[in-house]
């Protein structure tokens, strides 16, 4: 028998019974005692924020050492335990109240992190302890070939081995991260670099929250309806429930005659990048793909004039730090780029690489416009891409008897056989414990090492619903890392997908996005750092993706996609998940240059607003 077979239930049981559920009857949100209700939020970050207060009192008045790494760690990861599950919490919740008594929760945090930012002691306590370091390595250099080690006291090879390897590279980061973060500005600069970091923080959550607000993304009147037949049912009812949002009457409905039917104009689209992407994918009007598309450029209109101006702000506040753009601030910050010109030499060379190509295959799209509507057509525009795509890779489309194969269960049960095979890791759903959710169809899944043991808690929000965020993405609730008794404290992890909730069945891009997603989970589940600053997707920006694009291989091989499918067993399916994988391969490498030139030209044209200069404003 497996030791898993023996440690899950123990670890279930054990999960419950350590559980505390209050008088109310709950365990609180994300098993949070602090978080009985909305109001609790404020009140969870206020007091995280004196406990955090007294750590660093703490820190800046004890004699250097590499407890003092551990100290600011200990910060950060009780701050981050806030501030993460609230930003998860206001993208999710089912409940207006939760989602803005979170808000603001992460605007109280969020002032208290960058205050602790331009902290004068904590950024003298990590420069010491890293001096303290250095002595102790120059010395233990010095002794080590003579016979003067024999004598060397045993409290400085003690202190020697607390400074682990780990230890000095976030002791190194930390120092760069209070560097570039205004400790070093006067009194009055640092009020203005304050001021400035909360303004930005307002800013961008405003700017977010409106380009995931249906209500406010609007909606534009398309006339000649008749085009509508070309949607499928299913971007049909999407539609109509953005319609819904914004509370208008408008739907679009089928009016049959003899098979044939039409919508009376004008109808209203909305513009949510969903409804949009439905249209300039599907209908062959192109005066309709032009209205919507150039429409959805235009929303939301309170993001019109809030992003220039938070652009500017950002410039300013890196010119005030000592940096000559937003670019060289966030390129030492986040990227192994190191500076901007770095970022600057790869695209270009990604647009060398990908010209010839991508001319090719621009040229394979104006052919195909050409015989869809006639020579005099315009050359292929925005708004054409999708539609054209679409029509050539069409005669490859996967069959639709192979698409009802991949099903959620399915593949939540293939997920789970390829991490037990690759990892040892087991994937079982537990119970959701009173008041722990935050809306109805979230499963709580635990993850068990067949030899370590339990490794952490993975929810699974994969429904769309008013009020969550619109796309796939991975929540860190809570990192690992190790705690000062010893124990591991394992992660707490939140897949938030926006799948059809009508059936149960997936598109092979949608099992492919459910697995990119578990990539992410995977990489904080395995990274068992002993600083939460090290733990998981708190890596390098360019290095964080790899762990996720990794297990999208498991969904596009012939070889493993069989375990995605019922009946994996049976030669049928082997034969399905073969056609699959080839028609998969055969399309991720249609029109690759024009995607990559795409990439690169989003990423030129963001690198040209954060090299934003006065002048050029």
Known sequence: MRLASILLPKIIAAARSNAKVYSTGSAGLFNKAQLQCPADWVTYAQDTIARCQLIVEETVTVPASASTIQSLDDISDHLCQVYDAAEFCRNAHSNTEWRQQALQAVMVTAKYIQKLNMHQGLYSAVVRSLQHH???????????????????????????????????????????????????????????????????????????????????????????????????????????????LLGSKSQFRMHGNGGTGHLMPPQLVPLDQSSVNGIVQSINDEGVRQQVWLASRQTPAENKQAIVDFCILRRDFAQLLGFQSHAHLQAGLASLAGTPNAVVSFLDQAHVASRD????????????????????????????????????????????SVSMYLSLHDCLRGLGAVLKQLTGILLEEVPMLPGESWAPGVQKMLAVHETDGELGVIYLDLFPRQGKFGQAAHFTLRCGRKLKNGEYQTPVIALACNFEQSHALLTHHNAATLVHEFGHALHSLLSRTQYQH????????????????????????????????????????????????????????????????????????????????????
């Not at 040229?363 to 708004?383: A, I, T, Y």
């Not at 795509?389 to 069409?394: C, D, R």
């Open 134 to 244: 250095d002595r102790l390595q120059s010395h233990s250099s010095a002794t080590a070939s003579s016979q003067d080690s024999l004598n060397r006291p045993q409290g400085s090879v003690a202190e020697d081995q607390e400074y682990n390897a780990e230890t000095v590279i976030v002791g190194r980061a930390l120092q760069k991260d209070f560097e570039q973060r205004g400790v070093h500005l006067d009194s009055h600069g640092q009020q203005q670099a304050l001021q400035m970091s909360e303004d930005l923080a307002t800013m961008g959550m405003a700017i977010t929250q409106n380009a995931s607000d249906s209500s406010r993304m609007g909606a534009v009147q398309v006339l000649n309806g008749v085009w509508v037949e070309e949607l499928s049912p299913s971007w049909r009812n999407h539609m109509n429930t953005q319609l819904s």
């Open 534 to 617: 090290l733990s998981g997707t708190r890596g390098a920006m360019d290095v964080i993706e790899v762990p996720s694009h990794f297990m999208e291989n498991y969904v596009n091989d012939a070889r493993t996609l069989p375990l995605f499918m019922p009946d994996s067993s049976k030669a049928s399916t082997a034969r399905k998940a073969e056609a699959m994988a080839k028609q998969v391969k055969q399309d991720r490498h249609m029109f690759g240059a024009l995607d990559l030139e795409t990439q690169a030209n989003f990423a030129t044209c963001h690198m040209r607003v954060a090299y934003m200069s006065p002048a050029s404003t």
């Open 357 to 400: 190509r991508a001319a090719e295959e621009y040229d394979v799209l104006r052919q195909r416009k050409e015989r869809l509507m006639g020579s005099s057509s315009r050359p292929p525009q925005q708004w054409d891409r999708a539609y054209l795509m679409g029509a050539i890779k069409a005669h490859r489309t996967i069959d639709s």
